[in-house]
């Protein structure tokens, strides 16, 4: 397992430069943390690595380069992402979700039958997100912090290794929060984390690493404490209070 | 292991899944639709309606194979498609060009050619379609090519939502007018008329006519067949997703135009099926039934009935087209208001179409049961 | 040569058509993301005022003259009928305002028949128009081409301006570019969408006034005009005026020529042969905006 290089990364809109030049190494296992003030470039960046950008540089996982395939391609490299809106399907249950995530792989064959019994992955995944008292309920009447486990839920099955989250715990309550960073740790053992997040408290609690990007580059890196301590940081956030 | 909360909230009783909300339902429910179907079509219909009722309601049945399609299409895919006129047509001049041949006979040329066409010989792209191997397996096959063909270049592009109906509104269009064009060799703005026999029937001999119903009403239990097990398979759960969020499929690992392409393609055959048995049962084939606005007629039964559904599409197409057929000859006028009106009230007000009302239903009367 | 000036010149003049029916549909459905099916049936209803106008004034030039303003209310206000009934319920359904617009043409079709009669009405186009123009002795193009030509870019360097500089057509593009933010910023989005669909329907008026003096009258013009005219907007870029012009005239040219060499019956499938060729190339049109969305 090796984890995610990123290389000279650059994402221009019409002229407008978003991502300008990022180099971004996550050892394999790593819990990363991505902050920074809007506008950063933050989920541009990871727009660029899932392919929905077109960008400039090299990303490569696994060994393998991401960047110039399609987004579907870099999927089934087992790159996952989640994105700030979750994105569930509102109109199949959360079971049909699942197992809709756990099947690219499938045949002609298989997708033209019905589904007689619950693949195991999915129902170990239901189990992990908690949803199995509700799987054949549909998606859309989910409160938000369970779709947002089932949008992890279906990274799961997905077979990702990489697991990209665009705010995650946003519109959590507490207790849902610390469930989800400890989610994440667990997941940790066998999958490289990046996590793009507002909340310090969170980050501060859960991230094992922390990129400070700023004006779509990257201004900080290191352990909590390390970025905490950079004036650089601190120049940036000034005037908003790091809590914030 | 995690220390996730147990779900505050409890299964709600009143949301049904997914498979059951549409109406593609589980296999004893569904086996006593199909027996209620066909019990309805093949013992009731032809009993209680006279020849030229049934004629009709052959007529209806087709439109009802056309909108089965659309249904999987539009309904469940998202792609609202206003070009099955286009399939419709290709099905239909297909089985027709046979139908005409073996009327003419062998070596002949059928009759508008040598009125207007002033051709001695066959044109080339005839040819095949005088053997019946041949028209029978193009009816179907040759709009699924097209579609196919079609829907590579624009799925695969990302041309969707309203561009998608505007480009499939457009090859209706240009197929109408080319059509119109090709007097000597369609038949121009008449079509293919006049047809006598099927396959060695002849048509003005009414029991013929009626065994013509029953492949129509054969052909409609089949094609709700395929919808039925399209609808309820994985590949039905995977075309619902790509409905609602194209790109999020993507990040799945999926491509969607492919998604996409195989339900567009099965609709695309179910109009050429369509089209190529209304030829016999209604006697005729022209533009006049293949450019936009039947094109856009087709979708209003759709739309009416339940979009979503499986039996929703068939029943608003032939509720429609009995509605036109009851109202138009009498009063013109007020039908066209009427139809308008179809196309705008369960739009607004019933997204979900008639089969809404059902579910509403069934959902009023299960929650009197809880409050009892 | 001449021949390839002269069907050049027809190429434009049904661009200059196709342009001014797709003026108001880039309006609705370029900014506003509207799909109206009724568009043609305004179009009609802009033919028809002409007719009106012609029974009660004498004269054919004043009658068209009167006709241009009056066309672009009667159009404009029957697309805010539409607009405040029907559509505005339905932002969030674009594909389903297809379908209801489709019904409110057939209901404005049976309409001009009850009112007018079912067969195609005459109107009589005002001498100075009935002529021709000798550009060389070979080369004669008909002066009515030559004032819908005129009365197209006219109304293009209206709307381009209008948009431009006006504090409506700021607050046009505002709502187009951020429905929330401008409601937020305190603007009415509601009265800015009306007033899009007006110009947007009034420009349909206009265009029916031109079409009176190149074609019959009748309840169902419309229809076969705005599907190219949907094409013309598709191709040239959702929300690009420039996009919607150099298609319209591209494209007439391009089915004058086809035509030519070829039956109008032939070129009708290889221009649509072209687009969709031209779409592989450029899928969101010719000119677009590129954003960060998952749209």
Redesign the interface.
């Known amino acids: 397992m090796t984890g995610l290089t990123v290389r000279d990364l650059k994402v221009v809109f019409d002229g407008f430069v978003a991502v300008g030049g990022v180099d971004l190494d996550v050892p394999a296992g790593d819990v990363r943390f991505i902050i920074g003030p809007n506008g950063a470039g933050k989920t541009t960046l990871v727009d660029a690595i899932t392919g929905l950008a077109r960008a400039t540089g090299t990303v490569t996982f696994d060994g393998q380069e991401l960047l110039g395939r399609k987004v579907h391609r870099i999927a089934r490299l087992g790159v996952g992402r989640t994105f700030q809106n979750s994105t569930v399907f509102e109109e199949l249950t959360v079971l049909q979700n699942l197992d809709i995530a756990a099947g690219w792989h499938r045949g002609p064959l298989t997708l033209l039958r019905r589904r007689t019994s619950i693949p195991p992955r999915v129902q170990a995944a239901l189990e992990t997100i908690r949803l199995t008292a509700v799987r054949d309920q549909l998606a859309g009447t989910l409160p938000h912090g369970q779709k947002q486990w089932l949008e992890i839920g279906m990274l799961l099955v997905q077979d990702a290794k990489l697991f990209l989250l665009d705010e995650p715990v946003a519109g959590m309550s507490h207790e849902e929060r610390d469930a989800t960073g400890e989610l994440l740790g667990e997941l940790s053992r066998d999958h490289t984390v990046v996590v793009i997040e507002h909340d310090m408290d969170f980050l501060r609690r859960f991230a094992r690493t922390v990129t400070v990007m700023h004006a779509g580059r990257i201004l900080s890196e290191g352990t909590v404490a390390e970025v905490q301590a950079d004036p650089r940081v601190q120049e940036v956030y000034l005037g908003h209070s790091v809590e914030a | 292991?995690?220390?996730?909360?147990?779900?505050v909230?409890?299964?709600?009783p009143t949301?049904q899944?997914?498979t059951r909300?549409f109406g593609a339902g589980t296999g004893s429910r569904a086996v006593i639709g199909f027996g209620l179907a066909a019990v309805a079509l093949f013992g009731l219909a032809p009993v209680v309606l006279g020849d030229f009722r049934l004629g009709l309601l052959a007529k209806y049945l087709c439109l009802a194979i056309v909108a089965v399609g659309i249904g999987l299409a539009w309904g469940r895919g998202g792609m609202?498609t206003?070009g099955q006129g286009v399939f419709f047509g290709l099905g239909g001049y297909a089985m027709a060009m046979h139908l005409k041949l073996t009327d003419a006979g062998p070596g002949q040329l059928p009759d508008f050619m040598q009125l207007y066409g002033q051709l001695d010989t066959l044109p080339w792209w005839w040819k095949p379609f005088a053997s019946p191997a041949f028209a029978l397996a193009a009816t179907v096959l040759l709009p699924m090519l097209v579609a196919l063909l079609?829907g590579l270049?624009?799925f695969r592009?990302?041309?969707r939502?309203?561009?998608f109906?505007?480009?499939s509104?457009?090859?209706c269009?240009?197929?109408a007018?080319?059509?119109?064009?090709?007097q000597g060799t369609t038949g121009g703005t008449n079509g293919l008329t006049d047809i006598q026999g099927f396959f060695g029937y002849d048509l003005n001999d009414p029991l013929n006519r009626r065994t013509v119903y029953f492949v129509v009403a054969a052909a409609l239990l089949a094609v709700l067949g395929i919808a039925w097990?399209?609808m309820?398979?994985?590949?039905g759960?995977?075309l619902?997703?790509v409905r609602?969020?194209e790109?999020?499929?993507?990040?799945?690992?999926?491509?969607p135009a492919n998604v996409k392409l195989v339900a567009y393609v099965v609709a695309a055959g179910m109009a050429g099926l369509a089209g190529a048995l209304f030829v016999p049962a209604v006697g005729i084939i022209s533009p006049a039934m293949i450019g936009?606005?039947p094109s856009?007629e087709f979708?209003?039964g759709v739309?009416v009935g339940g979009r979503a559904g499986l039996v929703g599409p068939a029943l608003g197409a032939i509720a429609v087209a009995w509605a036109r057929t009851a109202l138009s000859e009498r009063l013109p006028?007020a039908w066209?208001?009427f139809?308008?009106?179809?196309?705008?009230l369960p739009?607004?007000f019933l997204?979900g179409g008639l089969a809404s009302l059902a579910v509403l239903l069934r959902r009023r009367t299960a929650k009197k049961e809880v409050a009892a | 040569m001449t021949l390839v000036l002269s069907q050049l010149f027809t190429g434009i003049s049904i661009g200059a058509v196709l342009l001014l029916i797709a003026l108001g549909l880039s309006l609705t459905f370029g900014q506003m993301n509207v799909i109206n099916m009724a568009h043609g049936e305004l179009i009609a209803a802009g033919a028809y005022t002409v007719y009106v106008l012609q029974k009660v004034l004498s004269g054919a030039g004043l009658s068209l003259l009167i006709a241009l303003p009056v066309a672009f209310v009667v159009a404009g206000l029957l697309g805010v009928l539409i607009e405040v009934l029907l559509i505005r319920r339905l932002y969030a359904r674009p594909l389903d305002t297809l379908l209801v617009t489709w019904g409110v043409s057939l209901i404005l079709q049976q309409v001009f028949r009850d009112v007018f009669g079912a067969p195609n009405v005459q109107t009589r186009a005002p001498s100075a128009l009935t002529g021709s123009i000798h550009v060389t002795d070979d080369l004669v193009i008909s002066s009515s081409r030559v004032f819908i030509l005129v009365l197209a870019l006219v109304a293009v360097a209206a709307l381009t301006a209008g948009l431009r500089t006006t504090p409506l057509g700021r607050r046009i593009r505002a709502v187009v570019q951020n429905r929330d933010l401008a409601a937020v910023s305190g603007l009415a989005t509601g009265r800015v969408d009306r007033l899009t669909f007006f110009i947007g329907s009034g420009l349909a008026g206009i265009a029916g006034v031109a079409l009176t003096l190149v074609g019959p009258i009748g309840p169902t013009m419309g229809t076969n005009l705005i599907v190219n005219a949907f094409l013309v907007v598709v191709v040239g870029g959702i929300g690009q005026l420039k996009g919607t012009v150099i298609v319209a005239f591209t494209l007439g040219i391009v089915q004058s020529m086809v035509e030519y060499t070829t039956t109008v019956s032939v070129a009708s499938v290889i221009v649509f042969v072209v687009i969709v060729a031209f779409l592989q190339w450029r899928p969101q049109g010719l000119f677009t905006l590129r954003t960060r969305s998952l749209a």
């Open positions: 292991m995690t220390t996730l909360q147990d779900p909230i409890a299964p709600d949301i899944p997914a909300r609202l206003l079609l270049l624009i592009r990302r041309v939502g309203a561009y109906a505007i480009l509104q457009a090859l269009a240009a197929l007018i080319f059509l119109i064009g090709q097990q399209l309820r398979s994985r590949y759960e995977l619902v997703a609602d969020g790109e999020r499929v993507r990040f799945l690992g999926y491509d936009v606005v856009i979708v209003i739309a006028s066209t208001y139809e308008g009106l179809l196309f705008i739009v607004v997204p």
